[in-house]
């Protein structure tokens, strides 16, 4: 099953869903999902990344998390991981995402 990216804009606030596998795959879909919506409206002020159908991630999804960091924090928008599965949370937590992201 190919992996998905959807977004959804509501107010200020931007929701970004991966199903599937969070890997170099998606990466045009992802970066795109998060420059347009931010281009549009001056950046969203808060980016919720929805990861309950998420099934894997690997370094280059991390480091697509990253990018995403760099290129919309420094705007000020507030961004929080939601909806990890345990293994999930765990590979981010050992690689000290939690110190980056709020992750709920």
Not at 12 to 20: A, D, K, L, P, S
């Amino acid at each position: 099953m190919p992996s998905t990216v959807f977004s959804s804009l509501s107010g200020h606030e931007t929701t970004i869903r991966v199903n599937g596998r969070f890997n170099y795959e998606v990466f045009s879909r992802f970066r795109a999902a998060y420059l347009i919506e931010g281009s549009d409206r001056k950046c969203s002020r808060r980016l919720v990344i929805d990861l309950a159908g998420t099934e894997y991630i690997d370094s280059s999804g991390m480091d697509m998390l990253l990018l995403m960091r760099d290129e919309m924090g420094r705007d000020g928008a507030s961004i929080e991981i939601v909806n990890l599965s345990p293994e999930i949370r765990n590979f981010l937590e050992i690689a000290c995402f939690d110190r980056l992201f709020k992750m709920t």
